[in-house]
């Protein structure tokens, strides 16, 4: 059974920084990509960040390109979002994605907050 559980979400001012893990399980881990995904109230959901299989190849969204960074380490079946230069636009419940043996697998997400 498929499982991506995400941890690291909270409350930081603008301009601070928050790191959010991903941790996976039922899965080879290692030969699939992972996204971030992020979703404000009222708001579609977003495209935020993806990183391969190996970790050789990310993609990131225009809005976050420069302030946050993805990284995975296959052999603690983890994906990360370090998150730098917050803003309050960047306020929302954050989840990881992978798309395993066809089927969308999503995390329960992580709420961030930016607000002074």
């Known amino acids: 059974q498929v499982q991506l559980v995400e941890s690291g979400g909270g409350l930081v001012q603008p301009g601070g920084s928050l790191r959010l893990s991903c941790a996976a399980s039922g899965f080879t881990f290692s030969s699939y990509a992972v996204n971030w995904y992020r979703q404000a109230p009222g708001k579609e959901r977003e495209f935020v960040a993806s990183i391969s299989s190996l970790g050789i190849r990310t993609t990131y969204a225009d809005s976050v390109k420069g302030r946050f960074t993805i990284s995975r380490d296959n052999a603690k079946n983890a994906v990360y979002l370090q998150m730098n230069s917050l803003k309050p636009d960047d306020t929302a419940m954050y989840r990881c994605?992978?798309?395993?043996?066809?089927?969308?697998?999503w995390g329960q997400g992580t709420q961030v907050t930016v607000s002074s």
């Open positions: 994605n992978a798309l395993v043996n066809l089927k969308d697998s």
